[in-house]
Nanobody
Framework: QVQLVESGGGLVQAGGSLRLSCVVSTRTFSRYNMGWFRQAPGKEREFVAAIRWGDSSTYYADSVKGRFTISRDSALNTVYLQMNTLKPDDTAVYCC?????????????????WGQGTQVTVSS
């Protein structure tokens, strides 16, 4: 069973930065497309960012473009989310997600495995 464990959340002032990490327990991490999602209280879960293993293409929600950066380190089985210029609206539980695929240029949209999440709180 693939397990995902997030870390790096916390309390930060508006304008500050955080870097989230997600370690994936699998021997085939290099074949996983990875994503980050968030869910704020009373709201539905929303897509934040994703990265495709085949060509390292990245995808972002409009609300975070230019502020957040997703990256991965296959040697460490880890995906990161660098969050800069944080806003109170970014407050949420952030979860990473994974999907295995042998297709190098598979579309990135659905995920099979999810982490428990890490809380990010941005104060004004």
């Amino acid at each position: 069973q693939v397990q995902l464990v997030e870390s790096g959340g916390g309390l930060v002032q508006a304008g500050g930065s955080l870097r989230l990490s997600c370690v994936v327990s699998t021997r085939t991490f290099s074949r996983y497309n990875m994503g980050w999602f968030r869910q704020a209280p009373g709201k539905e879960r929303e897509f934040v960012a994703a990265i495709r293993w085949g060509d390292s293409s990245t995808y972002y929600a409009d609300s975070v473009k230019g502020r957040f950066t997703i990256s991965r380190d296959s040697a460490l089985n880890t995906v990161y989310l660098q969050m800069n210029t944080l806003k109170p609206d970014d407050t949420a539980v952030y979860c990473c997600a994974a999907k295995y695929t042998d297709v190098r240029y598979a579309s990135v949209g659905e995920f099979d495995y999810w982490g428990q999440g890490t809380q990010v709180t941005v104060s004004s």
